[in-house]
């Protein structure tokens, strides 16, 4: 099992240089936002987990049982990837949770013909995978962001149903905001 929190440390990792790099190829943002903020983001959650793991007894364990956490290292799998297929459809639009970029366009292809926020919608995944696999306290982290995302998520609504008054409605009405056939 310590193997698999190792995997999920390194994992989240390259996941947040991945996203830094990538954030160098969005398109200019309209707002006071940066597109530096994500990394700073990135680097204190990598720091936080690293922090976290390396701590001798530190948290409290959900399970030592394998099959709670081979499902949390599924959900983290399947988190990270749904954020990362995500990442390549949105393409030069992506920004920061609340960005608004210069001449955004409507993506509604990929993992965006079911969910109007899988970026939110994956790393919410991944964390909950994070936590079962690892520590209880780790679900504190997953309300709070879930809660930040679902927050962000309805203030770019507003912005994208501006932005786009003949094309967004239909895609809210066909498609849901975190969670496909749910919310």
């Given at each position: 099992?310590?193997?698999?929190?190792?995997?999920?440390?390194?994992?989240?990792?390259?996941?947040?240089?991945?996203?830094?790099?990538?954030?160098?190829?969005?398109?200019?943002?309209?707002?006071?936002?940066?597109?530096?903020?994500?990394?700073?983001?990135?680097?204190?959650?990598?720091?936080?987990?690293?922090?976290?793991?390396?701590?001798?007894?530190?948290?409290?364990?959900?399970?030592?049982?394998?099959?709670?956490?081979?499902?949390?290292?599924?959900?983290?799998?399947?988190?990270?990837?749904?954020?990362?297929?995500?990442?390549?459809?949105?393409?030069?639009?992506?920004?920061?949770?609340?960005?608004?970029?210069?001449?955004?366009?409507?993506?509604?292809?990929?993992?965006?013909?079911?969910?109007?926020?899988?970026?939110?919608?994956?790393?919410i995944l991944?964390?909950?995978?994070?936590?079962?696999?690892t520590t209880?306290?780790?679900?504190?982290?997953?309300?709070v962001v879930?809660?930040?995302?679902?927050?962000?998520?309805?203030?770019?609504?507003?912005?994208?149903?501006?932005?786009?008054?003949?094309?967004?409605?239909?895609?809210?009405?066909?498609?849901?905001?975190?969670?496909?056939?749910?919310?």
């Amino acid at each position: 099992m310590r193997a698999v929190i190792l995997v999920i440390g390194i994992g989240w990792a390259a996941f947040w240089i991945y996203w830094l790099a990538a954030s160098f190829t969005a398109k200019r943002g309209r707002g006071r936002w940066s597109r530096f903020s994500g990394i700073r983001i990135g680097l204190l959650v990598v720091v936080a987990y690293l922090i976290r793991v390396s701590w001798p007894g530190g948290g409290h364990r959900v399970s030592d049982g394998p099959a709670l956490v081979g499902v949390g290292f599924v959900l983290w799998v399947a988190g990270l990837g749904l954020a990362v297929w995500a990442r390549l459809y949105i393409g030069r639009n992506w920004g920061m949770p609340m960005t608004r970029r210069e001449d955004p366009d409507l993506v509604t292809t990929g993992p965006y013909r079911f969910i109007r926020h899988p970026i939110y919608t994956g790393i919410i995944l991944g964390l909950a995978g994070t936590a079962l696999a690892t520590t209880v306290l780790g679900l504190i982290a997953v309300v709070v962001v879930a809660g930040f995302f679902i927050f962000s998520a309805t203030r770019e609504e507003h912005f994208l149903a501006g932005e786009f008054p003949d094309s967004y409605p239909g895609y809210q009405a066909r498609t849901k905001m975190l969670i496909p056939f749910v919310f």
